[in-house]
């Protein structure tokens, strides 16, 4: 297990564009690189989302998450909620360190809240 204080356990994930759908636990698995980028990281949801809470056509389990807004970044301190794309990677490149912006699918478009390893209660950036 990681000591690195600044590798975040995983968030609570919820679809943007589905306020009636539940948040699911995205647990931290690895940093990606994706072209010129090195902020992404590929989580796994538990439970995984289906697509009647997603909108998008598949199961979504193992996926990878980019922040939506420059200067955002996923990591232990970063202040929540973060806006997301919540993208789709084919399963040969699951351990891949480094993959190309065009072996991505942008599923759908999330909000991380509560990050796994902060108490329930604890305070989030509302701005």
């Not at 996926?63 to 990591?75: K, S």
């Amino acid at each position: 297990m990681s000591t690195d204080p600044s590798r975040p356990v995983g968030w609570l994930l919820r679809p943007a564009e589905n306020d009636d759908a539940p948040a699911v636990a995205a647990r931290w698995l690895r940093s990606v690189r994706c072209g010129e980028r090195d902020d992404y990281a590929l989580v796994e949801l538990d439970p995984a989302v289906q697509p009647q809470d997603s909108g998008a056509t598949q199961v979504l389990r193992h996926v990878v998450l980019a922040p939506r807004h420059q200067g955002v970044n996923l990591t232990a301190s970063a202040a929540c909620p973060i806006h997301v794309y919540v993208a789709s990677l084919p399963d040969s490149l699951r351990d891949a360190a480094s993959i190309r912006p065009e072996e991505l699918t942008i599923r759908i478009w999330g909000i991380l809240t509560n990050p796994l390893d902060r108490p329930s209660g604890a305070v989030e950036n509302r701005t």
